[in-house]
């Protein structure tokens, strides 16, 4: 079976982390770290069989297609790559709140110009992506995320 490279885009690492802060003041750490640790294994999961999940045609062209898992209240967006064998999850959303409300990032090739404004199509995963850490360890800052790894995706870098 074929695996997938899966990367967290930037948008999506910190909309994860909007929902654990969120959680952790409003209910309790032990709720945000396990709703955290949920939508992470989910996402984890999409190295393989990606194509399972539903496409959102809301927000889906003909040339950029994405999928979305639904793991409790959260919709977990994401795109295939599949000449590159990657997955990126590009937004993390309550199933309340409209996809197609928020912005979803595009590549920066599909950025538009000024004097351009609409997307060009993508070919490719060039997006702004920070490979979002994903699985729990100690934090030094407590309203961020602990840093996290899951093997064959890269922690990020932290500031």
């Known amino acids: ?3 997938y490279k899966v990367t967290i885009d930037e948008q999506a690492g910190e909309s994860l982390q909007q929902i654990y802060n969120y959680l952790k003041e409003n209910a309790s750490e032990q709720t945000a770290k396990k709703v955290r640790d949920g939508i992470l294994d989910a996402i984890e999961g999409l190295a393989k069989m990606p194509h399972r999940h539903a496409k959102v045609l809301r927000i889906s062209t003909e040339h950029k297609v994405y999928r979305r898992i639904l793991k409790w209240s ?11 064998l990657e997955v990126i999850v590009v937004e993390i959303v309550h199933a309340k709140q409209d996809p197609s409300t928020k912005p979803i990032p595009s590549p920066p090739s599909a950025l538009p110009t000024p004097a351009a404004p609409s997307p060009q199509p993508s070919s490719g995963p060039e997006t702004n992506t ?18 996290c790894s899951l093997p064959g995706i890269p922690a990020a870098p932290r500031d």
């Open 130 to 147: 920070s490979h979002f850490p994903l699985s729990p360890a100690a934090s030094p800052e407590p309203d961020r995320l602990p840093e």
């Open 1 to 3: 079976m074929v695996e």
């Open 74 to 84: 959260y919709k977990i967006i994401y795109r295939i790559f599949e000449d590159e």
